[in-house]
């Protein structure tokens, strides 16, 4: 089975909760509370979507997280690059190419076929659809 981790999941709740708070900055311990997620994770989360150019943050009292002006162009395929799971849905498509059958193996076209199937469909969903 295909999944996706809790990071990734949690992302889209954050997502999700700022799309519905649009205009508001939300601190995390507020999206914490609502959304009753754990707080520490909350903020690794937060970090990713941020260095993926999906929210952004502002530090200080009135502090909290927005998202990017931007987000509504990001797709879910983004998503998963933001959090480093676009790494191959096989070993041997992932970095460096773990299979040592490359030369001899037939399903490595297959699998290819495979991830790029779901790789294009991800890309098809925007992350403002998260929102309805």
């Given at each position: 089975?295909?999944s996706v981790?809790?990071?990734?999941?949690?992302?889209?709740?954050?997502?999700?909760y700022l799309?519905?708070?649009?205009?508001?900055?939300?601190?995390?311990?507020?999206?914490?509370?609502?959304?009753?997620?754990?707080?520490?994770?909350?903020?690794?989360?937060?970090?990713?979507?941020?260095?993926?150019?999906?929210?952004?943050?502002?530090?200080?009292?009135?502090?909290?997280?927005?998202?990017?002006?931007?987000?509504?162009?990001?797709?879910?395929?983004?998503?998963?690059?933001?959090?480093?799971?676009?790494?191959?849905?096989?070993?041997?498509?992932?970095?460096?190419?773990?299979?040592?059958?490359?030369?001899?193996?037939?399903?490595?076209?297959?699998?290819?076929?495979?991830?790029?199937?779901?790789?294009?469909?991800?890309?098809?969903?925007?992350?403002?659809?998260?929102?309805?």
């Amino acid at each position: 089975m295909i999944s996706v981790s809790k990071k990734v999941e949690y992302g889209v709740e954050i997502i999700s909760y700022l799309a519905k708070n649009t205009g508001k900055i939300m601190s995390l311990s507020e999206a914490a509370r609502d959304l009753h997620l754990p707080y520490r994770f909350l903020g690794q989360v937060a970090a990713k979507l941020g260095r993926g150019g999906i929210i952004k943050g502002r530090e200080g009292k009135n502090g909290g997280y927005v998202l990017t002006r931007d987000w509504k162009k990001k797709n879910m395929y983004d998503l998963l690059v933001a959090f480093g799971e676009n790494k191959g849905l096989v070993g041997c498509l992932g970095e460096g190419g773990g299979c040592t059958r490359q030369g001899g193996c037939h399903l490595r076209g297959v699998w290819r076929k495979v991830e790029t199937g779901i790789y294009n469909e991800l890309k098809k969903i925007k992350l403002n659809e998260i929102q309805k």
